[in-house]
């Protein structure tokens, strides 16, 4: 019988044996991105890796997720290793896509190698594991494309923005106990555990005046833009006010102005996403925003209609789940490790990881891309992807070997570590008493 060290050794020699597979993965998808929940030719790819490896992976879950099971030698906890399959918009970036401007401009390309890379690693001693590996490549982690999203929402092709939600719902994490993604990270941090992330909430809005001729007959016009920007404007002047704890951020993009420049403008429509610290925080922000589009239409009398939805609820690592993988980082890291804080400056970011914590442990380290152009920016690409994948392929699964070697004993403390969570059922609740749909009307139509 193999000790945990052999069996950590085996499985990042198979990784080492598969480099060129793992990094020519994280290359290939950063040079095919797809947007959230049209992830169709990444996920094949990722179903023929899961193939390759002798596995059944069913296709077409949340839309565009796969997932496969790999057996161990008994039955006892499901870890999964996660991988996003999504990439931004920027049509800038060196690898956009050029007629959907899409790019992985947040590194999920390696998040997808890296996953793969544990499951290579892990096939070579699933037999001796006293429990189940889950991969899965998850859809729809970037909360973009919200008006199209929410239209499918509207018609019932979706329930959520994010895929992890829509996952959840679904049942599709039912049969998973703790999961794992290591995100791309800057070249200062080579690899790194901690941090926060804040939930947010998602907001499509559109304003409704009365067009008219903006020259001969302005005054016959209700402005829908004006009311936006009266808006926007009461929303920037509370932000003063904002509680510092909350780690308030508020986004917005005027995705409609109007439709012509020689006609009062009779539609306008926004999306928003509001970013806060604690779901009492987002309520809070909430609110504020609601009241000042409520203000924007009231000042010139049009209407607006508000469209709530939660996109990410707040995340923090599942501390006895990160204190298992933390010696297994190090250790390939070395003086590379670090530690981020969880309170304090940073964290503004947000992650529908924080969706699955509600309902499992989960952990989130960090893997450096090789270089440090800001995340979300048209410099940023996964520049080395041994360090992007291949690394966080053998820290990942040498915890998978520590959580699931001898009767699965340190899966099941940390489990028990890690506290009650939501069912299914209460994190479907949570969700829709944090959504809302209002119709205001400014009292002029
Ligand atoms: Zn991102
Ligand atoms: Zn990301």
């Known amino acids: ?143 973009i494309e919200v008006d199209w999203r929410m239209g499918l929402r509207d018609t019932g092709e979706l ?23 290591t995100h791309a990270g800057p070249s200062f941090m080579p690899v790194a555990v901690g941090g926060a992330g804040n939930g ?36 920037d002047a509370h932000r003063e006010m904002m509680r510092e704890d909350d780690g308030v951020r508020i986004h917005h993009l005027i995705t409609h102005s109007g439709d012509a420049v020689t006609a009062i403008p009779a539609r306008t429509d926004m999306e928003m996403l509001i970013r806060a610290r604690t779901i009492e925080g987002m309520k809070r922000a909430s609110a504020l925003v609601d009241r000042a589009l409520r203000g924007g239409a009231l000042a010139m009398g049009a209407d607006v209609h508000i469209s709530t939805a939660v996109s990410f ?25 670090h530690r981020i804080p969880t309170t304090g ?19 989130q380290p960090f893997a450096s891309a090789g270089q440090d152009a800001p995340l979300h920016s048209n410099g940023f690409y996964t520049k080395d992807q041994v360090a992007a994948a291949i690394v966080p392929a053998k820290f990942m699964a040498m915890t998978v070997v520590d959580l699931l070697v001898g009767g699965a004993a340190t899966a099941r403390e940390v489990i028990d570590a890690s506290g009650p969570k939501l069912s299914r059922e209460q994190f479907v609740q949570l969700h829709e008493s944090l959504s809302a749909e209002e119709v205001f009307s400014g009292g002029v139509l």
């Not at 990444?42 to 790999?70: S, W």
């Not at 939600?165 to 703790?178: K, N």
């Not at 998602?202 to 808006?231: C, E, L, M, N, Q």
């Open 1 to 143: 019988m193999s000790t945990v060290e052999e069996l950590k050794a085996r499985v990042c020699a198979a990784i080492d044996r598969a480099a060129d597979r793992i990094t020519g993965l994280s290359d290939d998808i950063l040079r095919h991105p797809e947007t959230g929940y049209k992830e169709t030719r990444t996920a094949g790819v990722v179903a023929d890796q899961f193939t390759a490896l002798g596995l059944a992976p069913q296709t077409g879950l949340a839309r565009t997720g796969v997932k496969a099971r790999m057996r161990g030698r008994a039955t006892g906890p499901t870890v999964a290793v996660v991988g996003e399959l999504d990439s931004l918009i920027i049509p800038d970036h060196p690898f956009a896509d050029p007629v959907t401007g899409a790019a992985h401009a947040c590194g999920h390309n390696a998040q997808i190698a890296a996953m793969v890379g544990a499951g290579i690693g892990l096939n070579d001693v699933i037999g001796e594991l006293d429990g189940d590996v889950v991969l899965f490549a998850v859809p729809a982690e970037e909360c």
């Open 159 to 181: 329930h959520h923005t994010a895929g992890k939600a829509e996952l959840i719902r679904a049942g599709h994490f039912d049969d998973v106990d703790m999961a794992m993604l």
């Open 200 to 235: 947010s909430l998602v907001k499509r809005v559109r304003f409704v005046g009365r067009a008219s001729h903006a020259g001969a007959a302005p005054w016959d016009g209700i402005s829908a833009y004006k009311a936006a920007t009266v808006a926007i404007a009461a929303i």
């Open 313 to 337: 609820l707040p995340y923090v690592d599942d501390a006895p789940l990160a204190e298992v993988l933390v010696p297994n980082a190090q250790t390939l890291a070395g003086d590379g490790f």
């Open 345 to 363: 400056a940073g964290g503004g970011g947000s992650t529908d990881m924080g969706d699955l914590k509600q309902v499992m442990p989960v952990v």
